[in-house]
C-alpha cells in the first residue's frame, strides 16, 4: 500500500490551481480518519479503516478546485490492482435569488493502476441546488461507472440536509438513488443519518448507514452495503 504521504502528494499536484486572483484565504486542506469509508452507501474500504486527505481551492468569483484522496480495499478485492482512489474536481458555485444557491462540476474518480476491464476510473458531471439546509444534487457519468460494462450515462440523485441543532452538533439525513445503466440489478438506494461535533477544532462524527442492496465484490465474503455504524475525526486547516 502507498504511503499516505505520497497519496496526498499526488493529490496536490493533481489539483494545479488557475491564475485566479486571491481571495481571503481561498485554500484550505483536510485530513481524516474513518472507521469505514463509505460512498453513496457502499463499503469502498471492505468495511476497515480508512486514511483520507485532500486540498479546496474557492475563489472569490464562486469558482472552486480541488482534490481528495482516501485508501480503499474494493479495487484489490474486484481482482485489480489500486489501493488509492484520487479525485479530482472544479466548479462553480452561485446564488440564484430567492434564498436558492446553484453548483455545477466536473468530478474525476481515479484509481490509478487499477488494471481492471473496464476501467474503475469514472468520470461525472453534477448539478445541485440548495435552499436553506437542504440541497438536491444529481450525478451523471460520461463514462462507465465504476468498471460496470455499457454503464455510461449512469446518475445518481441524492437529497441531504445540514441542520445545526447547537453546541457545536449538526444533524445531516441524507437519501439518495444510484441507478446504473444497462445494469439493473446493480441499481440500489442509500440511506444515513450523521451528527457531527466540533470540540478542539476537530469534527467528530458518527454516522448510521443503510442501503436495501447487497454488495459482495471478489471473494471475500463481505457485504459492503450492509447497515452499519461509522464513526470520524477530522482536521481542517
Avoid at 86 to 103: E, M, N, P, S
Avoid at 188 to 214: E, H, M, P, Q, R
Wanted: hydrophobic share 40%; aromatic share 14%; no cysteine.
Amino acid at each position: 500500500m502507498k504511503p499516505m504521504i505520497a497519496v496526498l502528494a499526488a493529490a496536490l499536484a493533481a489539483s494545479a490551481l488557475p491564475a485566479f486572483a486571491q481571495a481571503a484565504d481561498p485554500l484550505s486542506f483536510n485530513l481524516s480518519v474513518t472507521s469505514d469509508y463509505r460512498y453513496r452507501g457502499i463499503s469502498q474500504s471492505r468495511l476497515k479503516p480508512a486514511l483520507q486527505g485532500g486540498v479546496d481551492y474557492a475563489h472569490s468569483s464562486g469558482f472552486y478546485i480541488g482534490a481528495w484522496a482516501s485508501t480503499i480495499k474494493w479495487i484489490s478485492d474486484a481482482g485489480g490492482d489500486a489501493d488509492v482512489e484520487i479525485d479530482t474536481y472544479l466548479g462553480y458555485k452561485t446564488a440564484l435569488g430567492g434564498g436558492f444557491t446553484g453548483d455545477i462540476g466536473f468530478l474525476r474518480y481515479n484509481y490509478p493502476g487499477n488494471d481492471l476491464n473496464p476501467s474503475a476510473n469514472t468520470n461525472e458531471i453534477y448539478g445541485a441546488l440548495s435552499y436553506g439546509p437542504a440541497t438536491l444534487k444529481y450525478s451523471h457519468s460520461t463514462t462507465n461507472l465504476f468498471g460496470f460494462a455499457d454503464s455510461k450515462q449512469s446518475g445518481y440523485l441524492d437529497l441531504s440536509a445540514t441542520f445545526d441543532v447547537g453546541n457545536g452538533f449538526t444533524l445531516t439525513p441524507h437519501v439518495g438513488h444510484q441507478k446504473v445503466k444497462n445494469v439493473g440489478s446493480a441499481s440500489y438506494t442509500d440511506y444515513s443519518l450523521t451528527v457531527n461535533k466540533d470540540w478542539y477544532g476537530l469534527t467528530w462524527g458518527a454516522a448510521f448507514v443503510a442501503t436495501n442492496t447487497d454488495a459482495y465484490i471478489g471473494g471475500k465474503g463481505k457485504d459492503l452495503g450492509k447497515n452499519g455504524v461509522v464513526v470520524s475525526v477530522k482536521k481542517v486547516f
